[in-house]
């Protein structure tokens, strides 16, 4: 038996709560930022895998588009798909990687950068409403949480 089959299934317990369930609030949590993400974005030229895009090079500046894909949860053929659009309306610009010219980097355009700006004044709303009466001593125990949540669940090839 490999280390992966060794742990049996939990057995389902008839008392079960999904009001219990951490899972449960993840996607709950994901879900209305999600909603409220698109609602905002709706006043732009953005949506949100556009968004991801852009938040990401907000961040890093220059990224591959493997890179890019990683963080924001999408296969690589699709985030291929959207940074090619986003090439076409002028918010990024693809380039090779110096010395690794097989590497496809993605910067922003000076388009990319106003879009970007206007998107992360709807995310700055939306940040402000979700964490309301937080400190900052619980965001930084909550951030912690769900970083060891999804290194534990991150896939072998990662």
């Known amino acids: ?47 949100m895998p556009r968004w991801r895009v852009l938040m ?8 591959s588009v493997s890179e890019i894909a990683a963080h924001s949860s999408e296969k690589l053929p699709t985030m291929t798909r959207i940074i090619q659009r986003m090439e076409a309306d002028g918010l990024v610009r693809r380039r090779p990687r110096p010395g690794r010219e097989h590497v496809m980097e993605v910067v922003l355009t000076d388009a ?8 992360w004044a709807c995310a700055d709303s939306i940040y402000g409403q979700a964490f309301a009466g937080m400190t900052d001593a619980e ?15 991150k896939a072998s090839g990662e």
């Open 1 to 47: 038996m490999t280390a992966k089959h060794d742990k049996k299934a939990p057995v389902r317990d008839e008392r079960f709560n999904y009001r219990s369930w951490p899972f449960y609030w993840i996607a709950r949590a994901s879900g209305r930022y999600r909603g409220r993400m698109e609602e905002m974005l709706r006043g732009t030229t953005l949506d």
């Open 139 to 153: 965001l930084e125990q909550l951030t912690g949480l769900l970083q060891r949540v999804a290194e534990n669940l």
């Open 56 to 63: 990401t090079l907000h961040q890093d500046r220059v990224a």
């Open 112 to 119: 990319g950068e106003v879009a970007g700006n206007e998107a």
